[in-house]
Every structure is written in structure tokens, then in C-alpha cells.
């Protein structure tokens, strides 16, 4: 069964979003996809922008606590336990990169549970989990 895990993550302090996204873009997610895009099906990352909380407060990613939220989907556990190989192999360098664009102890990396509506337009069938 697939697996899905979030990546909730928050700029370093004296960033500009626009220098984060940058240095999310052009390097960290380079890395990534160089030692993990063979174990993965799906890859996004979503930069967050304006959002309002359940009483219609408005905020933005100061406010929300998060500047982007990654997703990535592994086919199963055998990919999971080989992009864990891969990352201590290489666990120097993912955290020096990590310590250039990303306030570590702010960021997620979350397991998901997902369910798919189904009779949606554009609804894929099937659940990850």
C-alpha cells in the first residue's frame, strides 16, 4: 500500500520567502530528487500564501506557522526503508543544505492517513495510506 508523508516546513530566520523558495527549489529539492525521486510516485511542493483560520482571521505564512508543505508518495514500506538507507548515507550532507534554507526545529515530517473522496471530478480511485 502507498505511503504519504507531509513535509511541514518554515523558512530560516533573515529569509525572504523569495530567497527560501529559491533555496528550496533550486537545491534542497534538487538533492532530494536525486537520492529519493527513484523511490517516489509523486513529489509536490506547496508554497503557502494567504489563509484564514476558522473564525476568519487572515494570515500568512508567518501567521500559519508554515512556509510550504511537501508531499511525497512511496509505492511501500520496502521505499520507505530505503530512502531511510539513503538518508543516513547521506545525513550530513541533507542537514547542511537543511541548515541553509530551513529553521530546523520548526519543520514536520508527519505520516498521513489519506482518504479519497470518491464521484469527484478528477478523483483518482484508491486510498493512500
Known sequence: MPIKKLVMVKRKPGLTPEQFRDGYENSHSRIAVRLFGHLWLEYRRNYLQTGYNFTN??????????????EFILP???ALEEMNRISMENI?????DEAK?????????VNCETFVEEGLAGA???AVA
Open 101 to 109: 534554507w530551513f529553521d530546523q526545529s520548526r519543520c514536520w515530517i
Open 76 to 78: 511501500d514500506e520496502a
Open 57 to 70: 482571521d487572515e494570515g500568512n505564512a508567518d501567521v500559519i506557522g508554515f512556509d510550504a508543505i511537501s
Open 92 to 96: 550530513e550532507m541533507i542537514k547542511e
Open 124 to 126: 483518482r480511485q484508491g
